[in-house]
């Protein structure tokens, strides 16, 4: 039920944090990973780290802010192990601004790449995924998409789209066995959230204010990843599932 022998997983920001927790945990689960960032240093790391478990990996260097590049890279990602299954739209962007520095171009860069890639990205791999009549799209929200936090305007707003989005990925596409759903990460130690990780008393009120008592391990991700992109999940679609230790639950 779990296993993914045979499918293929396209992982944006894979360089690092959770985008590349989820393209190991798939590669464990025996998914083909071709894995997407900006920084070819990282990628190889990445693959590295997932051929280690016998998966077989591909890197595609590409910055996705550039509308061109999504069809290029929808094209070049096929070509190696065919037809997407699976896309983890996980590259974001956090400029932690505060309400009177936002401007137009960064407000206009968190929106396209945390909400308008997702879609767009995922509109051009549907068709592969609607000739196999399977197919699997996880997104990731945040604590911030039902919850304002400071200097996080931009993100927020892009996040909460991303609640929305998943709703309306699953509406448009499940009938055709592609199913949809958004991962909603408490506090993990990534790249976005390096300021706060820096901070130990303010990890600490963070961590007293889970159920379970801590913050985030990387490897957390791990089972929710599989289970969203595995058969298990397929009665599953435009759900918004938090993984944040009990954190909203409080």
Known sequence: MFDLTGKTALVTGATSGIGKQQAIALAKAGANIVAVGRRADRLSETCEKVNAFGSNAVSIQADLTLDTSLEKLAIDAASHFGAIDILCNTAGVNLRQA???????SWQQTIDLNLAVPFFLGRLLVPGMREKGWGRIINVAS???????????????????????????AEAWSSDG?????IAPGFFPTELTAPVFEDNAALQRLADNTAIGRNGNMEDLDGITVFLASDASAYITGQVIGVDGGFTAK
């Open 143 to 169: 604590l911030q998409s039902t919850r304002a936090f400071a200097n996080g305007l931009p993100y927020g707003a892009s996040k909460g789209g991303i609640s929305q989005l998943t709703r309306a990925m």
């Open 178 to 182: 592609i199913n949809a759903n958004a």
């Open 99 to 105: 309400v009177d520095d936002i401007s137009f171009e």
